[in-house]
T-cell receptor, first 113, second 110 residues
């Protein structure tokens, strides 16, 4: 069964900490994405990558960075966590051409205190 | 104007009912369309793609009206297990990210 795996289901971090969220896919997909999902706001795109070492800003990149050193791994980094970054973070991947749809990971619920 | 708009619901329907969800999108250049399903506290999962000719998968029928920039999802003979949030999803082309609506919540009641 193909999978997108996010390293943590739940995380609690302190304000100001540097936070790493890891995502690994085993489908040899070119494209990977990070979204956050908040009640009433839906899914919002933070960053995406269509190749190793490539990255593109999504709709809400402020306060985040990403790293894609290997095809299967896409990391989201919160440089200095703040309480307004408390959210559900969802990683997804897709093959060539985004119109094939995404496979999502099970999400990381991050709480910043 | 929001790119993808959906009625948030909730839609509360009895088992066996037929229910329809609608979605409008703002960019007439959009090329690909999908419905995703998201269960409570779970990730979204692809339910079906939406084609111009309309398509059916069991009890689910999806329709696309490009002239009106409108997508619909019809669920016949609703089951308790259909209770979820249904996300309307659009993309401009094969190389632009998917844009998600905020979802329509469905509760099927026994």
């Amino acid at each position: 069964d193909v999978k997108v795996t996010q390293s943590s289901r739940y995380l609690v971090k302190r304000t100001g900490e540097k936070v790493f969220l890891e995502c690994v896919q085993d489908m040899d997909h070119e494209n990977m994405f990070w979204y956050r999902q908040d009640p009433g706001l839906g899914l919002r795109l933070i960053y995406f990558s269509y190749d190793v070492k490539m990255k593109e800003k999504g709709d809400i990149p402020e306060g985040y960075s990403v790293s894609r050193e290997k095809k299967e791994r896409f990391s989201l980094i919160l440089e200095s966590a703040s309480t307004n970054q408390t959210s559900m973070y969802l990683c997804a991947s897709s093959g060539q051409g985004f119109h094939y749809g995404y496979t999502f990971g099970s999400g990381t619920r991050l709480t910043v205190v | 104007r929001k790119e993808v708009e959906q009625d948030p619901g909730p839609f509360n329907v009895p088992e066996g009912a037929t229910v329809a969800f609608n979605c409008t999108y703002s960019n007439s250049a959009s090329q690909s369309f999908f419905w995703y399903r998201q269960d409570c506290r779970k990730e979204p999962k692809l339910l079906m793609s939406v084609y111009s000719s309309g398509n059916e998968d069991g009890r689910f029928t999806a329709q696309l009206n490009r002239a009106s920039q409108y997508i619909s999802l019809l669920i016949r003979d609703s089951k308790l297990s259909d209770s979820a949030t249904y996300l309307c999803v659009v993309t401009l082309s094969g190389n632009t990210p998917l844009v998600f609506g905020k979802g329509t919540r469905l509760s099927v009641i026994a």
